[in-house]
């Protein structure tokens, strides 16, 4: 009954509309409107160009200074510093050209709206004003290109040889983590031995991979470099934190990486955000499938000694899972001698494709 | 002149018109009483103009599909906690309890992009106005071959009804993004859009670049060869010059996405691993080693890049043409328009890895293509301050078509400028897949080709039908989207910086992410409000075919060829012989000439007080 009774208001409504239409346009014939050229709707539209400019970008200021504070999560990466700042440089030059290109546009719109009478000043081209606005943009560029290079290599470098070592696998649909365990060495993986139990696909024929450990959240200490080795083992995905200024896509077959040296640990960042339930999140910001908006992992940024005990207390997969090493030792194998060189043809090929 | 048209008509006849009525002069004046029945006439039709309004009504069909999948996807982001069970009997079993399922809210973003940039924004844009303005703009009866013309327009239709079907299948149409990255495409057991919807997907791409060829190669041989007497490429309008370039660019560029599609096909479907390798999922371990992912996004950006100047030229072009007409100013820099107009579509292909900073691709290709990147907004700046060079000091009529002209610009501004941080690698790594670029491409590409679109069926419609639209349903239509699109993509930009990212169900489960609540309903508020608005344009497009005002021949004063045209336009365009040109585009509000606008076609003789000094030889 509700449903009709809506249909019917909204029937009667699109009646008075029609209505108001023809009206609208009889009274135009009647008047004589139809036929002038230009009306007085050319003075309302003009009129109407300035107050868009006026309160449009009177509300653009007010939105924007009322949600500055939001649009800015804390950061806590050294090379996020960098790049906010760049960031809010650049946005400062746009603001401007923006400001001016649009107060230009609207306010010609006003000012030289039809007058009956007056005519157009005939004006092709002008080389040097060309010339100028041509390489003024250009300059302005070259040293935006020239500053985000700079800071792009110093990023996308190596890591320093002394930075922790943590791999992230990307997984429908959540991450799983690894550590290289006292020898600083991450063991090799293969995606055939992956099953329920050995999520990662360790291969624990190899030595290296003996001490790894897995953790159900990333622990790094605070101002020490942090090199993120990243895997998937399906689709695609991205590690994304926006904390730290860091996004890199996880690839399968491809493993990538990014460094980064965390400023603040989750405790100096709950005192500071006010917020005691606050920590830094791990985002997949790359469509993955049903569960891609829930990816999410917690990573905690200790202090540096906080960070020792922690890691001290881990427990090595192997260590944990008795079975699966048993089954290593068991066979020697063929098989996992023949997945460890197919798995060793791939990164070949991978960057092959680029 | 009249020695020279028998050649030019024999060119036409030659390459495959299949109307004689057109090739020789003769029948020129039966065109009208050639027995055409319905089917001929409206439905397998050989002429331009029809065939341009059969892409234009049916890019308006799947704009009105297209938008309402994005108002289905902003009701989910905006009330995340609502129950949509009213929407039960329209979506069925998508809607579980009163919630939409994530695997249709991604087919709805992958839909909604695949739809409005393809079917609307490249089929409805550029098929629309290349095919009714090229031949009409350049003095030609008709395209080069009227016959691949019809069957680039049935190309176009079949491969929308299969991409239609897809939307009704019981798996559910491609849900990977309109991006279609691999591994998450090529599996079925990964998200089930993969299966037959994903497949769907693909062929009616496939029939899609068909039909885009066939059109580009007929637009670029039908500028070459077809233009009128007198019309050299410097007095093109620069409406052609952006068809032109716009075609070359799709020439170029979809036979790639083609090659993409089809090893994509053959990884789906025959076991190959071209983009797959190392692949755990549902329980089993794949065989395909050796494939890159990264692979089929330089082959999809590839495409991908110049696309969306295929998108936003024809747009360029249309504006630089209703600003001048209605500024009643010849165009600022008319030769830097066309140079820049070169200049980006040469450097479009050039670029297309910026969409890949942090993919994992080497970080020496991010740096050289962030140059690249950065070098293309030089073009485009010039553009934009010849625009507004244009304004200064005309006598601006605000006709519908203006208004969206100048909304083009601003919103090509605002979108364009963002453009610059996120060519910037440094800054893409925190902005990649977050609303920051969503909101940019939505307002340089989506929006503005849309303006564009609007401008040109306002501006042109007389030409069409014969009749007005309705200027002030025209100037709501306007307001409501112009202040529209700002209420939804300005505060997406806050959005994006504080690092929302794209193509997410909901974000209530990360605190980072949460604070934007209240943001996101007013976005989707405004979003769907603007979409119904833009019923008045439609209409007030259908009612204006039947019921509108009659039109005049040349309704705003313009110079360009097709306004020399009747009211009532047959086959063949014009009654009698083609008109030659003897002057550029843009000459209004000539000091000296009796009225403030000279058209193409007449020759300096007749206008020797307006004449400017290196003119009078021409006399």
């Known amino acids: 009954?509700?449903?009709?009774?809506?249909?019917?208001?909204?029937?009667?409504?699109?009646?008075?509309?029609?209505?108001?239409?023809?009206?609208?346009?009889?009274?135009?014939?009647?008047?004589?409107?139809?036929?002038?050229?230009?009306?007085?709707?050319?003075?309302?539209?003009?009129?109407?160009?300035?107050?868009?400019?006026?309160?449009?970008?009177?509300?653009?200021?007010?939105?924007?200074?009322?949600?500055?504070?939001?649009?800015?999560?804390?950061?806590?990466?050294?090379?996020?510093?960098?790049?906010?700042?760049?960031?809010?440089?650049?946005?400062?030059?746009?603001g401007i050209v923006f400001t001016l290109t649009q107060i230009l546009l609207f306010v010609y719109s006003y000012k030289y709206q039809h007058k009956d009478g007056r005519r157009?000043?005939?004006?092709?081209?002008?080389?040097?004003?060309?010339?100028?606005?041509?390489?003024?943009?250009?300059?302005?560029?070259?040293?935006?290109?020239?500053?985000?290079?700079?800071?792009w290599t110093?990023?996308?470098?190596?890591?320093?040889?002394?930075?922790?070592?943590?791999?992230?696998?990307?997984?429908?649909?959540?991450?799983?983590?690894?550590?290289?365990?006292?020898?600083?060495?991450?063991?090799?993986?293969?995606?055939?031995?992956?099953?329920?139990?050995?999520?990662?696909?360790?291969?624990?024929?190899?030595?290296?991979g003996i001490d790894d450990f897995v953790a159900p959240e990333i622990h790094v200490p605070k101002g020490h470099p942090v090199l993120l080795k990243i895997r998937s083992r399906d689709v695609l995905h991205a590690v994304y934190m926006p904390h730290f200024r860091v996004q890199m896509y996880a690839v399968?077959?491809?493993?990538?990486?990014?460094?980064?040296?965390?400023?603040?640990?989750?405790?100096?960042?709950?005192?500071?955000?006010?917020?005691?339930?606050?920590n830094y999140e791990l985002a997949c910001n790359q469509i993955c499938g049903r569960g891609h908006f829930a990816m999410k992992l917690n990573i905690v940024v200790d202090e540096p000694d906080d960070y020792v005990n922690w890691f001290a207390a881990q427990k090595s997969f192997s260590e944990q899972n008795p079975d699966v090493l048993a089954s290593f030792k068991q066979k020697p194998s063929k098989l996992v001698e023949k997945e460890a060189a197919a798995a060793a043809v791939v990164p070949t090929a991978a960057k092959a494709s680029l | 002149m009249?020695?020279?048209?028998?050649?030019?008509?024999?060119?036409?006849?030659?390459?495959?018109?299949?109307?004689?009525?057109?090739?020789?002069?003769?029948?020129?004046?039966?065109?009208?009483?050639?027995?055409?029945?319905?089917?001929?006439?409206?439905?397998?039709?050989?002429?331009?103009?029809?065939?341009a309004k059969q892409f234009l009504i049916t890019g308006i069909l799947w704009a009105i599909i297209g938008g309402t999948l994005s108002s289905l996807f902003r009701l989910q982001?905006?009330?995340?906690?609502?129950?949509?069970?009213?929407?039960?009997?329209?979506?069925?079993?998508?809607?579980?309890?009163?919630?939409?399922?994530?695997?249709?809210?991604?087919?709805?973003?992958?839909?909604?992009?695949?739809?409005?940039?393809?079917?609307?924004?490249?089929?409805?844009?550029?098929?629309?106005?290349?095919?009714?303005?090229?031949?009409?703009q350049i003095g030609a009866r008709d395209m080069a071959s009227g016959f691949m013309n019809m069957l680039s327009y049935w190309f176009f239709f079949l491969s929308s009804v299969v991409m239609f079907t897809s939307l009704f299948i019981e798996t559910g149409p491609a849900a990977a993004g309109w991006t279609i990255y691999p591994p998450l495409s090529a599996l079925p057991q990964a998200i089930s859009g993969s299966g037959m919807g994903q497949t769907l997907w693909l062929v009616s791409m496939a029939l899609f670049i068909v039909s885009q060829l066939l059109g580009g190669v007929n637009y670029i041989t039908t500028v070459i060869n077809l233009r009128t007497q007198g019309m050299s490429m410097s007095k093109l309008p620069l409406t052609i010059w952006a068809f032109f370039l716009t075609a070359v660019l799709g020439l170029l560029s979809f036979p790639v996405l083609f090659s993409a599609a089809l090893l994509l096909i053959f990884d789906r479907s025959f076991g190959t691993s071209f983009f797959l390798s190392d692949i755990y999922i549902a329980g089993k371990a794949l065989s395909n080693t050796g494939g890159s992912p990264i692979l089929f996004q330089h082959l999809f950006w590839f495409l991908g890049h110049p696309e969306v100047y295929i998108v936003i030229m024809p747009a360029m072009g249309m504006v630089s043409e209703i600003l001048a007409t209605n500024a009643r100013k010849p165009i600022f820099g008319y030769r830097a328009m066309i140079g820049s107009l070169l200049g980006i579509s040469l450097l479009s292909f050039i670029v297309w890895a910026h969409h890949m900073f942090v993919t994992g691709m080497n970080p020496f290709l991010g740096s050289v293509f962030m140059f690249l990147t950065l070098i293309i907004a030089v073009p485009s700046a010039v553009k934009t301050f010849n625009w507004l060079a244009t304004l200064w000091r005309g006598n601006i009529r605000l006709t519908t078509a203006m208004l969206f002209s100048i909304g083009f610009v601003s919103l090509f501004i605002a979108g364009g400028l963002t453009g610059i941080v996120l060519g910037n690698a440094a800054l893409d790594i925190q902005?990649?897949?977050?609303?920051?670029?969503?909101?940019?491409?939505?307002?340089?590409?989506?929006?503005?080709?849309?303006?564009?679109?609007?401008?040109?069926?306002?501006?042109?419609?007389?030409?069409?039908?014969?009749?007005?639209?309705?200027?002030?349903?025209?100037?709501?239509?306007?307001?409501?989207?112009?202040?529209?699109?700002?209420?939804?993509?300005l505060p997406m930009h806050y959005v994006g910086i504080a690092g929302f990212p794209r193509r997410y169900y909901a974000w209530t489960g990360f605190d980072t992410f949460s604070q934007f609540a209240d943001l996101n309903k007013f976005i989707s508020v405004a979003a769907i409000?603007?979409?119904?608005?833009?019923?008045?344009?439609?209409?007030?497009?259908?009612?204006?075919?039947?019921?509108?005002?009659?039109?005049?021949?040349?309704?705003?004063?313009?110079?360009?060829?097709?306004?020399?045209?009747?009211?009532?336009?047959?086959?063949?365009?014009?009654?009698?012989?083609i008109p030659a040109v003897h002057r550029w585009p843009y000459d209004y509000s000539k000091p000296g000439a009796a009225e403030d606008f000279i058209p193409q076609n007449v020759p300096y003789s007749q206008t020797q007080s307006s004449n400017l000094p290196y003119e009078k030889e021409m006399e």
Not at chain 1, 58 to 82: E, L, Q, R, T
Not at chain 1, 128 to 143: D, L, R, S
Request: glycine share 8%; net charge neutral; charged share 15%.
């Open chain 1, 1 to 94: 009954m509700t449903t009709l009774g809506i249909l019917l208001v909204l029937v009667l409504l699109l009646v008075v509309f029609g209505l108001l239409f023809r009206l609208q346009i009889l009274t135009s014939i009647f008047s004589g409107s139809s036929t002038r050229e230009v009306g007085v709707s050319n003075r309302v539209n003009a009129i109407l160009c300035i107050l868009f400019l006026v309160i449009g970008g009177a509300a653009f200021a007010w939105s924007f200074v009322d949600n500055y504070d939001k649009m800015n999560p804390p950061i806590a990466s050294v090379h996020g510093h960098a790049t906010e700042r760049m960031f809010w440089t650049t946005m400062i030059i746009l």
């Open chain 1, 120 to 151: 157009a000043f005939f004006f092709p081209h002008n080389n040097k004003i060309e010339v100028i606005w041509t390489v003024i943009p250009a300059v302005v560029m070259a040293g935006l290109v020239f500053a985000g290079w700079k800071e």
């Open chain 1, 154 to 208: 110093r990023i996308t470098g190596p890591a320093p040889k002394d930075a922790i070592v943590v791999e992230v696998m990307g997984k429908q649909f959540n991450w799983l983590v690894r550590y290289p365990g006292r020898d600083q060495k991450l063991g090799v993986v293969n995606y055939r031995l992956i099953d329920a139990t050995n999520e990662f696909g360790f291969d624990l024929s190899d030595q290296n």
């Open chain 1, 252 to 278: 399968p077959g491809m493993p990538t990486k990014f460094w980064f040296t965390p400023t603040k640990t989750t405790d100096e960042m709950r005192a500071q955000t006010g917020n005691p339930k606050f």
């Open chain 2, 2 to 51: 009249a020695a020279n048209l028998p050649t030019h008509a024999q060119v036409q006849g030659g390459i495959g018109t299949t109307e004689p009525g057109i090739s020789h002069d003769e029948h020129l004046h039966h065109d009208e009483h050639h027995d055409q029945n319905f089917l001929q006439k409206y439905v397998f039709s050989t002429d331009h103009k029809v065939i």
């Open chain 2, 77 to 136: 982001l905006g009330w995340p906690e609502a129950t949509l069970e009213w929407l039960q009997p329209f979506l069925g079993k998508w809607i579980e309890g009163g919630k939409l399922n994530p695997e249709f809210y991604l087919a709805l973003v992958t839909m909604h992009g695949t739809i409005m940039v393809f079917f609307v924004l490249t089929a409805g844009l550029s098929g629309t106005f290349s095919n009714f303005l090229i031949p009409l």
């Open chain 2, 431 to 489: 902005m990649h897949n977050t609303y920051f670029v969503v909101a940019h491409f939505h307002l340089v590409m989506g929006s503005s080709a849309f303006f564009g679109l609007w401008a040109g069926v306002y501006h042109w419609f007389p030409k069409m039908f014969g009749r007005m639209m309705d200027e002030k349903l025209g100037y709501i239509h306007f307001w409501l989207t112009f202040i529209g699109v700002y209420l939804v993509f």
């Open chain 2, 529 to 577: 409000v603007a979409f119904i608005g833009q019923f008045i344009f439609i209409f007030n497009f259908f009612y204006s075919i039947f019921r509108g005002r009659r039109a005049t021949e040349n309704p705003w004063n313009s110079t360009t060829l097709e306004w020399t045209t009747p009211v009532v336009l047959g086959h063949g365009n014009w009654p009698g012989e």
